[in-house]
């Protein structure tokens, strides 16, 4: 297993400047890889401005990092991870097992195996669940704030509910027994009385919630939801053009893993994925998140989407717990089993899909392949634009001054048949190197 370098043992002196600069690598910035230097702090853990230092300061950096012309990315962002390495973020230990103080070791576990795949943040995903396990698990994903430790690995952004307000029509793998309907007379209680009132009060721990819009009560709460700062993702639904249309226009601002677990296109009725052709006079068009796994969507209906609208795709995981484990047959919850081949994860009962257990940077590689995106494009879909998505532009998924020093030193391997692979050989987290391929703990 993946796991931070043992660098991190040791702290930062403290007459230490912390100022580092890379040289001789491609930046990303915007729609090119741009020669530059860039200059870090992991004193502060922030881009820094180099021009300014070098000139107006005239200070020399504490450490020059000599990339050999590879790719430096801001550090990717996964917005649905269900689990990996082994834990579940929807199943609470038993007390036998160890409970609360057991689950919040399995999160800092993925945390800090996590970060060695390149991803420095993401939203941690409980799928449908009985109230019990949102109002026991949301304490420990909410936004990671002003905890600014590299040692922890990767970031939680907050945490993101896939359910249960879902169409039962629609489930996937969500168990329809424990779905439910926001209700009509006053679906925000509803809301609270599934994730917990305090939960649902800025600042939140939630940072999306995926939900069906035309359930009974679904609309009227997509407002209350996001003055709490909350962001709101259709998904798992069985709406119509039209009923998808009025949750964009109540504040909808996603769509949960396109194309599945949906009402598919038709000619007469696009369903939801026809917001992507919407005209941004009409409405303003979602972001979506995609699984480029190869199992989930067919390659060109992922370029399809991206032709729709390249500014709102963002590229997901949708991964489980058994991600980074042996092929084999294992536990679910609710009673289910899952069988893991590969990457193809499926329901023992009935065969459905289970997720996936792929690594985000292979869904950037599989994009880049599939679609003939440049790189800075592939790139975004993993960085600047689940960060836009997120209201976190200027902070993460990207190389401008201040923003934090989240980085992936990227390599690119090309096979004889002309296909691209993404290599992650360097992580960095707020400006302290926590990873380096062939120095895995």
């Known amino acids: 297993m993946p796991s931070i370098v043992p660098i991190l043992d040791s702290p930062i002196r403290e007459d230490s400047s912390g100022v580092i600069k890379f040289t001789n690598c491609l930046l990303v910035k915007t729609n090119a890889l ?50 990996a390495y082994g834990f579940d973020f929807s199943v609470i230990p038993s007390d036998r097992e160890g409970g609360a103080s057991a689950y919040a070791k399995g999160v800092s576990r993925v945390n800090r195996s996590l970060v060695a795949t390149g991803v420095t943040s993401y939203l941690p995903t409980l799928t449908s669940q009985l109230p019990s396990v949102y109002q026991t698990a949301l304490p420990f994903l909410g936004p990671s704030g002003t905890t600014r430790d590299a040692t922890l690995g990767s970031e939680s952004l907050g ?6 307000f879902l169409s039962p029509t ?56 996001t003055s709490a700062g909350i962001r709101v993702s259709i998904g798992h639904s069985e709406a119509t053009y039209e009923e998808a249309k009025s949750a964009i226009k109540a504040g909808c601002s996603m769509i949960t893993h396109l194309f599945n677990a949906m ?48 500014d709102g795709l963002v590229l997901v995981t949708d991964a489980m717990r058994l991600a980074g484990m042996p092929d084999g047959t294992y536990e679910w919850t609710n009673g289910s089993k899952i069988i893991k081949q590969g990457p193809l994860l499926t329901l023992e009962e009935n065969g459905k899909i289970a997720g996936s257990s792929i690594q985000l940077v292979d869904c950037v590689s599989n994009f880049l392949n599939w679609t003939g995106s440049t790189v800075p494009e592939a ?58 391929r062939g120095l895995e703990a």
């Open 379 to 436: 790139l975004r879909a993993v960085t600047e634009t689940p960060a836009r998505m997120l209201g976190l532009e200027g902070v993460k998924g990207c190389l401008d001054e201040g923003a934090d020093a989240d980085l992936c030193v990227l390599d690119m391997k090309e096979n004889a048949e002309g296909e691209k692979r993404f290599v992650v050989d360097e992580v960095w987290k707020f400006g302290v190197k926590v990873f380096e």
């Open 263 to 310: 009402r598919p296109l038709h000619h007469r009725n696009p369903g939801i994925f026809g917001l992507l052709g919407t005209p941004s006079t009409s409405i303003t068009k979602p972001y979506f998140g995609i699984i480029a796994d190869g199992i989930h969507l067919h390659p060109t209906s992922i370029k399809i989407a991206w032709n729709a609208h390249p």
């Open 34 to 83: 741009v020669p530059q230097d860039l200059w870090i702090s992991s004193a502060t853990g922030k881009i820094l401005n180099g021009q300014e230092i070098l000139y107006s300061y005239r200070a020399a950096p504490e450490q020059i990092v000599d990339l050999g012309g590879r790719i430096l990315s801001p550090g990717l962002i996964d917005t649905q991870l269900n689990g």
């Open 170 to 225: 629609k489930n996937g793998i969500h168990n329809t027994s424990v779905l439910r309907t926001p209700g009509v007379d006053n679906s925000i209680t509803s809301l609270e009385s599934c994730y917990g009132a305090s939960n649902l009060t800025s600042p939140s721990p939630i940072s999306l919630i995926t939900l069906a819009p035309e359930l009974p009560g679904a609309l009227s709460s997509i407002p209350s939801l």
């Open 159 to 164: 945490a993101h509910c896939e359910g249960p």
